[in-house]
């Protein structure tokens, strides 16, 4: 199956500002891709090249089988959906004649879209409410239900959680999770990485330029060495001639009176080995494990990177 | 150039409209209280007078009639792009597959409708006045076929005019009221028109009703057109033009 969305060189300037610079990247059909980046990183820039809001400055991009070229703007529109960060909701219609504005500019006909997408998000019973009266959270899902409308090949999410209260933002996570499982291609942009990392099947970290691209395990195994994470009872008396020469064992160092950081090559290889060790020594072990980092911790390296070389 | 999607924008709009009840009616107001004054004198003028001073007096109120058309619209047209960006609305609406030309057709479409009916529904309230209150002469000269003939001819094309000007201030400000101040000049080269044709610098004739009227179906046209060139994506989502990669 050909990627959802192909993105190679992709540059846009605002006057001497170069808002995104030369990005490229691929989105497979039906993955969940996750855009990270700080605020001003350019990652709505992006989704408005790419929704062919804006035109690029140079480089090229595929949008859903189509090359990103003015003459294919509204085939490529019939054929994507973008929810930017506000909705956009007409607030003096109802959530019904918002959706059959939409259905009516993409030309839907079945009359049964329309109460699908609503069940799609949960809102059979708002449909005649006024979008004015509902919650900021329930017109997200208005907005999210709107972009359902065309069945879209590519669905583009533009920070949908942003400014939602923990609730809201767990049912729009069970509706993008139910997106996946449909099989529909999202863009995620987010700068909120436990969201990133509980929803997405890779991530880009954008900052202008691409700074890395993977899936989760692969940024942080690319970014940080693996480690252990040993708590004993009591500190060792003599740490180093325990654990110098394990196998698989590169380094260490104390995290504390009686906790160790081991730097390692392999878990699979060492954690069973710096056990044996402690145990033949007489040590108590009160945990040993792998010591995980997170999407922030990726992250914030790579931004703090940049920052200290904006500093340089 | 899709007929669904024009339509669909001009049903949103006039249910919109419908929900802002007070935006329409707001938008005969001023119209109104400007013909109460030539109303008057036309319902002053006794049964006895002159034939030439009765017909000078229903020129006079009837080429303000003509004004009318060209007052109401802009407002509302200088709204119809950038209120929907000042509302949060463009960005959805602009990824769509709207086409430039289908999305400025059914706005002015939108604004077209409540206008001329406003329009219209002055001129006929000014007739029925006229023709209830006023010395049987008058009424005659206001219940005239032509006369009636050039205003039902000439309100829409006026209407479109102003509509157009109104909307290229909404494609181009880039603040709401900005582009409504501008838009209300629309009206100026109506009110220059119907004040040479009062003050007889030109003389009103069939020859040159039908000329403007061909002169204005062009002109309204060519207008959609130019709104559509002027229309950028770019320059309304973020400020600044589309710059030639």
Redesign the interface.
Known sequence: MPPALEVEHLTK???DRVAVDDVSFEVAAGEVFGFLGPNGAGKTTTV?ML????????GSAVVAGLPLAPANG??I??R?????E????????TVN?NL????????IREPGRIPAALEAVGLESRADDLCGNLSKGLRQRV?LA?ALLNDPAVLFLDEPTSGLDPVATREVHGLIDGLRERGVTVFLTTHRLDEAERLCDRVAILNTTLRTIGRTEELRDRMFRKRLLVTTRAPLPDAASLLDGLPGVTGWKANGSSTYEIAVTDTQLAAPAVARALVGAGADILSLGEARHSLEDVYLGLISEDVEANRR | MSLERIRAVVRKELRDFRRNRFLVATMAVLPLIFLISPTLTLLRIPSDSQASVVAHAVRASSLLLFVVPAVIPPIMAAYSVIGERDQGTLEPFLTTPIQSAELLLAKATAVFLPSVLVAYGIYFTFALVIRFGAAPAVSAAVWHAPQMLAQLVFTPLIATWAIWVGIAMSVRARDVRVAQQLATLASLPTIGVTTLLTLRVITPSVKLAVALAIGLLVIDFRAWRFVAKLFDRERLITGRPAQPS
């Not at chain 1, 929704?51 to 140079?58: C, D, H, M, R, Y």
């Open positions: 300037r605002f006057g408005r929704g062919t809001l804006l035109s690029p400055t140079s509204v085939e529109r019939q994507i959906a973008v929810m930017p506000a909705p956009g909701l007409y607030l003096r219609l004649e059959e504005f939409f259905a009516g500019l993409y030309r907005g709107r």
